[in-house]
């Protein structure tokens, strides 16, 4: 079974930077789907960037211009990088992918933006 194992993220001022990146730990060469998703406190899950088998991307209203996912299927990586972070980036931030049909989904990392 794949699992997602997340890494990066915690702590930056308002207008800093961070990067997350997840490594799936088994064959993704199926991976439809390859994303991030964010959840803070009293909030729904909302999408954050996603990144499809055919290249294109789609991105958050509230994060367009400013993040950027990114992906390496030979390394079995999805990644985001995100800039002019403000406090409203703060969240756990889900990797999400689905391979052969399933959604997988990472444990989750704390982003905090906050002075």
């Known amino acids: 079974q794949v699992r997602l194992v997340e890494s990066g993220g915690g702590w930056t001022q308002p207008g800093g930077s961070l990067g997350l990146s997840c490594v799936a730990s088994?064959?993704?060469?199926?991976?439809?789907?390859m994303a991030w998703y964010r959840q803070s406190p009293g909030k729904q899950r909302e999408l954050v960037a996603g990144?499809?088998?055919?290249?294109?991307?789609k991105y958050g209203d509230s994060v367009k211009g400013r993040f950027t996912i990114s992906r390496d299927m030979a390394m079995k990586t999805v990644a985001l990088r995100m800039n002019s972070l403000n406090s409203e980036d703060t969240a756990v931030y889900y990797c999400?992918?689905?391979?052969?049909?399933?959604?997988?989904w990472g444990q989750g990392t704390q982003v905090t933006v906050s002075s």
């Open positions: 088994g064959s993704i060469y199926s991976a439809t789907v």
């Open positions: 999400f992918m689905v391979v052969r049909g399933t959604d997988l």
């Open positions: 990144i499809y088998s055919n290249g294109s991307t």
